[in-house]
């Protein structure tokens, strides 16, 4: 069983940068893909950013492409969202989440569903 926390998040302006971390403790988690989650007060969760279990998939949503970067170290089992630029819509609780889905399409469909959750991390954003 994975267990995943999430840190990092807090008050930030717009067009500031921050970074959001996913520490992962109680399994093989190299072995797992992870994804990250925004959910926007009153919105549903989206999938915002996933990236493979060696790190050379990733994926992004049309939304943060350009601004967001995900990446990993396995041996730190981390789990890593760079946010640059900071907007207003970036404002919400981001979730990690961890799988093994059979393939990547589900992951790009969106329609995989992780297995383990973090309790997240809330980001605030100010004008």
């Known amino acids: 069983q994975v267990q995943l926390v999430e840190s990092g998040g807090g008050l930030v302006q717009t067009g500031e940068s921050l970074t959001l971390t996913c520490a992962a403790s109680?399994?093989?988690?190299?072995?797992?893909?992870v994804g990250w989650f925004r959910q926007a007060p009153g919105k549903d969760r989206e999938l915002v950013a996933a990236?493979?279990?060696?790190?050379?998939?990733?994926h992004y949503a049309d939304s943060v492409k350009g601004r967001f970067t995900i990446s990993r170290d396995n041996a730190r089992e981390m789990v890593y969202l760079q946010v640059k630029n900071v907007k207003p819509e970036d404002k919400g609780t981001y979730y990690c989440?961890?799988?093994?889905?059979?393939?990547?399409?589900?992951?790009?469909?969106?329609?995989?569903?992780?297995?383990?959750w973090g309790q997240g991390t809330q980001v605030t954003v100010s004008s």
């Open positions: 109680g399994g093989q988690f190299s072995m797992y893909a």
């Open positions: 989440a961890a799988g093994r889905p059979p393939d990547w399409v589900r992951i790009v469909a969106a329609t995989f569903e992780f297995d383990y």
């Open positions: 990236i493979g279990v060696s790190g050379k998939s990733t």
